[in-house]
């Protein structure tokens, strides 16, 4: 079965790259993504390539090459589902804020909805492919609406479907790089020949023994424990870091002698704010509410304690940066660095500096935020507040409420700040004058960096105090 129209539902962080190198390496095949969100796909057709709703190293210039000719961007669902012979489904699957498994069970809503729109308007033969990461045994679901249509059809006859899970390991900010060179490509199934199908557009451009076959119950179980045992690696050096401040090591040798071990491995090892992103949190609590529902209570407490250990870590860097500012921040000027949830990204979802800048604020403190990618909407959307009007400033300092900034220049920021605080790991904070800094910074004058991304020697001569992440030396 060779696949000639492949339609994708979700133009996201994952439906957008994802097809933009599929078919960049297949240019026989026409690629067609979906989306209900018009403006999304408005920037997804933006001539001029920096308004690109995501920003992904990479991304513009494959856009640039197959956009028009086998890449195309519409809100046109049903009429791209009719015309295609693989659709992904590659929509959000955000924790359930309510009603049954609300607060750790994926919402499936979104899912639900495609598989309805795909059962009711594919013709022929249609595979289905899970692109989202899904709770297991979600195919099931998807197979039953879809076979209900085939019931429910006059034309049943000439609809059939296939279902197969073929789950993402992109991170953002290398999403690229991980689509063109993957550690490996999953893909669980039952029917042989729609498993060669997808396997062969794959096999385009990466080698067959990282082409993985398994059950589809495995293939969704194994995207969740990939991302839980990531997430895991990272609350675990961070609990390491909190003790190596308290008993004069230092997390980054630490680091560095464990992931010597080749079993241990070293990478995921970097201690930080506590890790952010759309999906680790997400992923695991559907985790722990499988496993609940399983009723495997000690599995569930086992997995649920890697968001505990990160939650309790990012407020433990906020109660800290207040400590050190003698106990009071209150009326205090804080610069904060990076507001993304990891370099090379401007997604803030589940940012560790959401809930950090919020727990300074709620303490009083003025912020100024600096972010070479978020705009200044996305914080206001974040934090859930607007920033301060320049002439208001009066005001807040006669009130003593907590109030922020947006800034572009960090240079004209350092005027009389009391802290820097370090959160996202741009490569650009590592070229900051600290000399100019602390000229213009208020004495004492404090830096924060939660990422190592200072190397101490640069500041020696500058009369700073310096806390690093783990450094309890
Ligand atoms: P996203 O929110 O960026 O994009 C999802 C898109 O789906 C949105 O643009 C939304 O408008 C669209 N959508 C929702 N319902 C729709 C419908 N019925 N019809 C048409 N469009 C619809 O999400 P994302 O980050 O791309 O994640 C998608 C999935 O991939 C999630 O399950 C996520 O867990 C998984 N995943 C994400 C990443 C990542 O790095 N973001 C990596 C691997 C896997
Ligand atoms: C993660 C996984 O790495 C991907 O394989 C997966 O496909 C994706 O989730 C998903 O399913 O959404 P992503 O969230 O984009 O990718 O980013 P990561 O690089 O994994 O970083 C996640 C968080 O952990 C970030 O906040 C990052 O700063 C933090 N982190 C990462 C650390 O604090 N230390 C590290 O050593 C590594």
């Known amino acids: 079965m060779k696949i000639k129209n492949i339609c994708c539902i979700g133009a996201g962080y994952v439906g957008g ?5 599929i078919a960049y390496k297949c240019p026989d095949i026409q690629i067609h993504v979906v989306d209900l969100n018009e403006d999304r796909i408005m920037r997804w057709n933006d001539i001029n390539l920096d308004n690109l709703p995501i920003f992904e190293p990479g991304l513009a210039e494959i ?8 890449l195309h961007f519409s809100t046109e669902v049903d009429m791209r589902i009719r015309k295609s012979d693989m659709v992904f489904i590659s929509v959000n699957t955000p924790t359930k804020k309510y009603g049954l498994g609300a607060g750790k069970a994926s919402d499936l809503k979104w899912v639900e909805a495609c598989a309805r729109k795909v059962a009711n308007n594919a013709s022929g033969h249609t595979i289905v492919v ?3 990461t899904l709770p297991v045994r979600t195919a099931e679901v998807i197979k039953s609406i879809l076979d209900a249509s085939k019931r429910d059809s006059k034309d049943s006859e000439l ?4 279902v197969l899970s073929n789950p993402e390991f992109l991170a953002e900010g290398t999403a690229i790089n991980d689509l063109l060179y993957p550690d490996r490509v999953l893909i ?5 020949l729609s498993i060669n199908a997808l396997s062969e557009i794959y096999s385009n451009w990466v080698s067959k023994e990282k082409i993985l076959h398994t059950n589809i119950w495995s293939s969704e179980l194994a995207k969740l424990t990939a991302n839980a045992f990531l997430a895991q690696r990272i609350s675990s050096i961070n609990a390491i870091g909190a003790l190596c401040e308290a008993t004069g090591a230092d997390v980054r040798e630490v680091s560095r002698a464990i992931g010597a071990d080749s079993r241990i491995g070293s990478k995921f090892l970097d201690a930080g704010p506590g890790f952010g992103g759309s999906c680790f949190k997400k992923d695991i609590l559907n985790l722990v509410y499988l496993s609940e529902y399983f009723g495997l209570h000690e599995v569930a407490k086992f997995w649920e304690s890697v968001v505990t250990l990160n939650s309790w870590h990012q407020t433990r860097i906020s109660k800290l940066i207040t400590k050190n500012l003698f106990g009071t921040i209150s009326g205090k000027k804080i610069i904060i660095l990076g507001f993304a949830f990891k370099g090379n990204t401007n997604d803030t979802r589940e940012s560790a500096a959401i809930q950090i800048c919020k727990d300074l604020l709620d303490e009083g403190a003025f912020l100024f935020i600096h972010d070479p990618k978020v705009s200044k909407e996305q914080i206001i959307k974040d934090l859930g507040s607007e920033p301060l009007d320049q002439d208001n400033k009066q005001i807040f300092n006669l009130n003593g409420k907590g109030n922020w900034e947006f800034i572009n220049d960090i240079n004209e920021s350092f005027f009389e700040a009391d802290a820097i605080v370090i959160l996202t790991e741009w490569e650009e904070y590592k070229e900051i004058n600290w000399d100019l800094a602390e000229k213009r910074m208020r004495k004492p004058a404090w830096i924060f960096d939660s990422r190592s991304l200072i190397d101490p020697k640069d500041i020696k001569k500058n009369d700073f105090n310096f806390w690093r992440i783990g450094d309890g030396s």
Request: proline share 4%; charged share 35%; hydrophobic share 20%.
């Open 17 to 21: 790259p994802t097809m933009a190198v």
């Open 130 to 132: 899970e692109k989202s």
């Open 159 to 162: 609809k059939s479907f296939d």
């Open 63 to 70: 856009v640039k090459r197959c956009r028009g000719k086998n």
């Open 188 to 192: 669980g199934g039952e029917n042989q």
